[in-house]
């Protein structure tokens, strides 16, 4: 709710020291538009109050007269930094509810391209951070790794941004014959990127003075908002779906879970950084095992879950990705509902925001990564 | 050049021309020398700072407006500024929102008057001319905080206050800096400083001297690391958001000739102005002024911004320090040595 413009007026009419500032919806560094109202007491800050629903769509409501299958190209709309992680989500839900089979082909499909996913979520996330910082070439850098993945993805499913390309009970369409080259190729290539990230950014003095010790996320603050993902991670709580509640075949891989210890934005940007080579592991992995064979499993032509409801969660980049959905036996869905990441992340900032400087918000408001396009659904 | 300025003054006087006649007109053509120049420099500098800024980005930058290197771009661009519509918000306070980018350009103006560009290639050899550059960049703070109030935004007041905030920080850091110079030459004049580093250039005695000056003067162009006043995550743009078309564009003239003078003085003051061997006196000092620009590009576009507790700590408890030392060293030297 938005409170009332008199009401913030004479608010402010009472201290004179301290002012409001509206930051948003169009602004350069809400990623998108959020809208924070910001009490100021010079340049510190008192008081977050964050609105969202600039974006919102009915996402949920749509879902309701939608068949199963429909559903799956307005998940790509949810993250669109993730769409591959966001179909995958959706689908997982519908099969545990179907009870179906995925073929080991598909599934390993679908780690390869969620993991790629993840790498380019979080190179977009650097990006930007450094674009909040000041740094303006990192972003250029990232991006530049981003297209290749970009590139990958055109290749395998025809779209560059949203995929939709998971199919219930397994993949649409095999991989290209070039796939496995061209992904072990940008692997090679993208490994030895990271220290040069390290260069510009994780070793800048400037920087690590920038973020260290900012925005600080006590766990149990944490867990108390439900945060999940590299923020929960990052204020050392060593959770990761991927590994505590394993979902397709992930626990056939080995992987590290980088955490963190202070829960400063220097923590979540460790973690996020040290996840894409974890990312990595994962991919070449998964691409060594790869096997040949069918890539859809047995499917009935019409989608008739039955009566009942599930909720299913993955480890998106942003954190846990649920749907719930609650079948009543027809081909639409009765209740479809979204826990997005992003947006119970961002109910956490008003509370580690206020005391910081307008600079550190926006650090901190960066280093909870959202996307609107969830936030709002 | 001083002979034919006589002989140019007592044609008038034979005609019977007051004098101030010649001498309006000697001012008006050495101005729109200044401005010629100032316009031209800065349209390269604009285009070269695309260019850098790419590729240290992996990019091209601008390659299409002129044909080579897309080298018209920065002239494309200021028309498209000449031509836009001139927008006043409404709640602006009209005169001195006018009146903000003339003040910062007239500051950047004037202080070409005393680089030294050659022995003979300078509007006015004033002999207190390091003291006037100093006073005079500091006109800059003024226009910039009417800019930010009178666009009645509370982003522009912000961006104003940390200007003003960071500008006088670094200013006396600045200021400190230069006098282990002027003391050695033992005067203010800018012909004199560049004769005196016939043998030696003053960046060798002076290394921590010209450090101190190259970082506070970064600070004092407002750009990154030290680009707060405008930090456009933070403040979206800083005491110019409000401005747009010719008045923005004025701003942005001003940012860039004061990014030139500072690296002119720069060079006049540490790397032993026009001298060099081989080359012309002008193409030595500009040369030099140019390779201290691109150093401040190149920092620019690697480098994140700092915070503005940061920026105070830097200016007040490491660079001011620093300059009373390199100070105070300076003086003991040339005490013992006589």
């Known amino acids: 709710m938005i409170p009332p413009e008199t009401e913030i007026i004479e608010r402010t009419q009472e201290t004179m020291e301290e002012m409001y500032v509206n930051m948003g919806p169009q602004h350069p560094s809400t990623h998108g538009v959020l809208r924070l109202m910001l009490r100021l007491d010079g340049e510190v800050v008192t008081e977050v109050t964050t609105y969202i629903g600039y974006l919102h769509r009915c996402h949920e ?36 509810l179907m009870g179906l089979q995925v073929p080991e082909r598909a599934e390993y499909m679908r780690v390869i391209l969620a993991e790629l996913q993840r790498i380019a979520s ?111 991670r990052g204020s050392g709580m060593k959770w990761d779906l991927r590994r505590n509640d394993p979902y397709s075949i992930y626990d056939r891989f080995e992987f590290d879970i980088p955490v963190g210890t202070a829960g400063d934005v220097w923590d979540r940007y460790m973690v996020r950084r040290l996840e894409m080579a974890e990312s990595v592991k994962i991919v070449e992995q998964a691409l060594r095992d790869l096997p040949p064979g069918e890539i859809m499993g047995k499917v009935p032509k019409k989608l008739k879950p039955p009566v009942g409801d599930i909720y299913s969660r993955v480890e998106s ?61 | 050049m001083e002979k034919a300025l006589e002989r140019f003054y007592s044609v008038f006087a034979e005609w019977g021309v007051p004098s101030i006649v010649p001498q309006l007109i000697v001012m008006l053509v050495v101005v729109s020398v200044v401005i010629l120049f100032i316009s031209v420099s800065v349209m390269f500098m604009i285009w070269w700072e695309r260019k850098i800024s790419a590729h240290i980005q992996v990019r091209y930058g601008p390659m299409r407006v002129g044909g080579w290197h897309g080298w018209a771009q920065s002239i494309a661009d200021g028309i498209k500024l000449l031509l836009k519509e001139d927008i006043i918000p409404a709640g602006a306070d009209k005169l001195v929102f006018a009146l903000a980018p003339m003040v910062v350009f007239a500051a950047a103006l004037a202080a070409y008057v005393i680089i030294p560009f050659g022995p003979n290639l300078i509007v006015r050899d004033l002999n207190i001319g390091v ?8 006109l800059t703070v003024v226009g910039i905080i009417m ?34 110079v002027i003391m050695t030459v033992g005067s203010l004049s800018m012909i004199q400083i560049v004769e005196a580093q016939k043998r030696i250039w003053f960046v060798i005695p002076q290394f921590f001297g010209f450090l ?46 004061n990014m030139f003078t500072v690296s002119a003085i720069a060079t006049a003051l540490f790397l032993g102005g026009w001298h060099g061997p081989l080359l012309p006196p002008w193409l030595w000092f500009l040369i030099k002024t140019y390779c201290i620009i691109f150093v401040m590009m190149w920092l620019r576009w690697t480098l994140a911004r700092l915070r503005v507790d940061q920026l105070m700590n830097l200016g007040w408890k490491v660079l001011l320090p620093l300059a009373f030392l390199n100070m105070g060293i300076t003086g003991l030297i040339l005490v013992i040595h006589g």
């Open chain 1, 61 to 96: 409501k749509i879902g309701e007269n939608r068949t199963y299958i429909q559903i799956i190209p307005y998940t790509d709309r949810l993250d669109y930094l993730a769409s591959m992680y966001n179909n995958f989500g959706y689908v997982l839900a519908v099969e545990r």
């Open chain 2, 147 to 180: 800019a930010g109030w009178s666009s009645n935004n509370k982003y522009s007041v912000l961006g104003a206050l940390r200007s003003a905030a960071q500008a006088v920080s670094y200013e006396v850091p600045l200021v400190v800096s230069v006098l282990g």
């Open chain 2, 212 to 257: 101190i000056y190259l970082t506070a003067a970064i600070a004092e162009c407002n750009r990154l690391p030290f680009d707060i006043p405008e930090a456009e995550s933070e403040l979206v743009a800083g005491f110019h958001v409000e401005y747009s078309g010719m008045r923005f564009a004025i701003f942005f003239l001003a940012e860039y000739a």
């Open chain 1, 122 to 232: 979080h190179l977009i996330w650097m990006g930007t951070f450094g674009l909040d910082l000041g740094n303006f070439t990192i972003f250029m850098y990232c991006f530049r790794e981003r297209e290749k993945i970009l590139d990958l993805f055109e290749s395998v499913s025809g779209q560059r941004l949203n995929y939709a390309f998971y199919r219930i009970g397994g993949m649409p369409m095999d991989l290209p014959q070039t796939f496995l080259t061209d992904c072990k190729a940008f692997l090679e290539w993208f490994k030895p990127r990271l220290p040069e990230y390290d260069a510009v950014m994780t070793d800048n003095v400037i920087f690590q003075k920038r973020v260290q010790g900012l925005g600080k996320l006590d766990q149990k603050i944490a867990i108390d908002y439900a945060i999940s993902g590299p923020m929960l």
């Open chain 1, 317 to 377: 980049p942003r954190g846990e990705l649920g749907f719930y959905i609650v079948s009543d036996g027809s081909e639409k869905p009765y209740r479809y509902k979204v826990r997005s990441p992003a947006f119970v992340n961002l109910s956490v900032l008003p509370e580690i925001g206020p005391g910081h400087l307008i600079a550190d918000m926006v650090a901190i408001l960066g280093s909870i990564d959202i996307v609107l396009g969830e936030v709002d659904r």
């Open chain 2, 131 to 138: 003291l006037f550059y100093i006073s005079i960049s500091s």
